[in-house]
């Protein structure tokens, strides 16, 4: 997710360009570029680091100009770097772009542009675009840019400028946001409404394939077959900080409804079109290797650390391959027994900067162990270090409670145990298709869920004044409840337990009497009936019960025994925890809002844990 500004108007447009980058920072800020047009040639100014990196160089000599482009980068293809920062370049230097989202079939048009005689510099799935203009541009640069757009796959946001037409910039959208800003003589656009909205607050909203042809005057919207499209301006009524956060009064609470996205940006080019297998072309490890495998090795800390969790679960159902999850700042010091040959350590962490995590990677390859990484940040410790990364392509989180990187760690965990299953023959083609195919409609689901999300909100703000909440689940519920409970306390500051359900009966049900709240999680069909058994106990004690369990006979099944049920859409048991998770998520924000609670940074904690 990254921050995109254009600008064409009388203006000198770096000023522009560089004010609305700050309000985007946010969304990424391990590069920052701009391109002004001057004298018809592009000037291209790039940096790695912070925007004001960018902006010391600058003062040694500014572009002038009156169109432009710029952007703030969170990486993707490519680590950090001056060369891999937007706007990329054609080889002529004629065409500049800028884009948000990733170009899921960049490798073969690259081989393709290159046998053409175009030659890169970069290493990022973007640069393909202008030379893709550059290829088709015989002049008319709308044109150029929607056969351009025509060839590619994934999601983008892109927006481009060229000396051959510098009056013009242009705008195309797929699945990443653009927003068109109108002004009096003067034209915006951008990837979020911040960066505009001190010069207008009329904007179109581009929809999905949709172009936007925009000069200082006009800015016409057409479909990718050139037809006319009519559009009707959105007056913009969010203050400045409200739309810094798209409009939400929370970041968290933007995070968890941008899960959709976040899921579908995670999959994307890595389940096969057929959904019979998986796609990990980052991965190095060998057939040979993972098939001679005996033991997983799952680390991490605080929320990554219950993603682990459901990692266990689901390598050793579907890879039949033994997994111990344990706290890095455990790990660490308990001197595994490991073996070079036979073991795979993977290590999570949203930051790739966590220092408990980070030093447990660096024991198991200071042992010859092969280490894999899941992190959201490219070029991050844990990334540069790791043997092998996967990238969970969620996005900045900027509340420090973690809601879509716990999500998308989940799926990339998912990805991996059906992966490894397949190689090493203990998983069967209609099974494996099985779970693909829920994964692949789980951004609709998720979406689906989200939509019931007042009545969620009502019944958090009752739980406002709860004192103590024990959270019950089995197998991978079980999983999911310690994440639940987690969320609770860590932003409402309601003491929040979660137990194996099971367990109760062992010391916990001396705790529960009248009144007490028990949430119990109920997606996994094959452990139903033992749940039920689970809530009657809770219930035989007069405690409070919600239910969180699957459309169908399970919510059905669950009404009988719970004062509340909240159903999550039906899907594979091995699926139902990236789902499952949500309605806790909106739980304990709207009871932490409702509780006048600092929702985005709670008391005492960091987002980034880089001490132990």
Request: aromatic share 6%; glycine share 8%; with cysteine.
């Amino acid at each position: 997710m990254c921050g995109i500004v254009g600008y064409v108007g009388p203006k000198e447009a770096l000023p522009v360009l560089i004010n609305g980058l700050k309000r985007l920072e946010y969304r990424g800020y391990d590069s920052s570029g701009v391109a002004i047009l001057t004298d018809h040639h592009v000037e291209v100014r790039k940096s790695v680091g912070r925007l004001s990196v960018l902006e010391g160089q600058l003062k040694k000599g500014a572009p002038e100009g009156h169109t432009g482009i710029g952007h703030t980068r969170w990486a993707t293809h490519g680590r950090p770097s001056d060369i891999n920062a937007h706007p990329h370049s054609d080889c002529s230097g004629r065409f500049a772009v800028v884009h948000n989202g990733i170009v899921e079939n960049f490798r073969g048009l690259k081989e393709w542009l290159v046998s053409e005689g175009h030659i890169f510099k970069s290493e990022t799935d973007t640069e393909v675009i202008p030379h893709l203009i550059e290829q088709y541009y015989s002049g008319d640069l709308v044109d150029a840019v929607r056969q351009a757009a025509s060839r590619l796959r994934g999601s983008y946001a892109l927006v481009v400028a060229s000396s051959e037409e510098p009056e013009h910039i242009i705008a195309v959208r797929k699945d990443s946001p653009l927003v068109i800003g109108l002004g009096e003589g003067e034209n915006f656009v951008a990837s979020d409404v911040p960066a505009i909205l001190e010069h207008t607050r009329r904007v179109y909203i581009l929809e999905d394939g949709e172009v936007a042809d925009i000069t200082a005057e006009t800015a016409d919207v057409f479909d990718l077959k050139g037809e006319v499209k009519k559009k009707k301006a959105f007056i913009v009524k969010w203050d400045p900080v409200q739309a810094e956060r798209g409009g939400y009064e929370h970041f968290m609470r933007k995070e968890i409804h941008e899960q959709p996205k976040a899921f579908r940006d995670t999959l994307t080019g890595r389940v096969a079109p057929d959904r019979k297998s998986v796609k990990l072309d980052e991965l190095t490890m060998t057939p040979e290797k993972i098939k001679g495998l005996k033991k997983v090795f799952i680390t991490a800390a605080g929320t990554a650390y219950h993603a682990g969790l459901v990692g266990k679960y689901l390598f050793e159902k579907l890879a039949r391959l033994p997994a111990e999850v344990d706290l890095a700042s455990e790990y660490r010091y308990r001197d595994p027994i490991l073996d070079a040959k036979e073991n795979l350590v993977i290590v999570v962490s949203q930051s790739g900067e966590t220092a408990d995590t980070l030093a447990a990677m660096r024991e198991s390859r200071a042992r010859g162990v092969h280490a894999l990484a899941i992190t959201n940040v490219v070029g991050s410790s844990v990334s540069r270090e790791a043997d092998d990364v996967i990238y969970t392509w969620a996005g900045p989180e900027i509340a420090v409670a973690s809601t879509k990187a716990y999500t998308t760690q989940i799926l990339v965990l998912t990805l991996l145990a059906v992966h490894f299953g397949q190689i090493r023959g203990t998983l069967d083609a209609a099974k494996a298709q099985k779970v693909l195919s829920e994964l692949v409609e789980l951004p609709q689901k998720a979406q689906e869920l989200l939509s019931h999300e007042e009545s969620i909100a009502e019944f958090a703000r009752k739980c406002a004044a709860w004192k103590d909440v024990f959270f019950i689940g089995r197998g991978l519920d079980y999983a999911v409840s310690l994440e639940g409970q987690l969320k609770l306390k860590e932003i409402s500051y309601i003491h929040a337990e979660a137990y194996a359900a099971g367990e109760l009966k062992h010391g916990t049900l001396a705790l529960v009497v009248e009144g007490v709240p028990v949430i119990a999680l109920s997606t996994q069909r094959d452990l139903r009936e033992k749940m039920i058994s689970n809530i009657r106990e809770v219930k035989a004690r007069d405690a409070y019960v919600l239910g969180i369990a699957t459309e169908g006979s399970g919510a059905d099944e669950m009404k009988h025994h719970s004062d509340k049920v909240i159903a999550i859409p039906e899907t594979d048991g091995l699926v139902a925890p990236a789902l499952a998770v949500i309605p806790l998520q909106l739980l304990a924000y709207h009871a932490a809002v409702a509780r006048g609670c600092d929702v985005d940074k709670p008391r005492n904690l960091a987002k980034s844990v880089t001490v132990e």
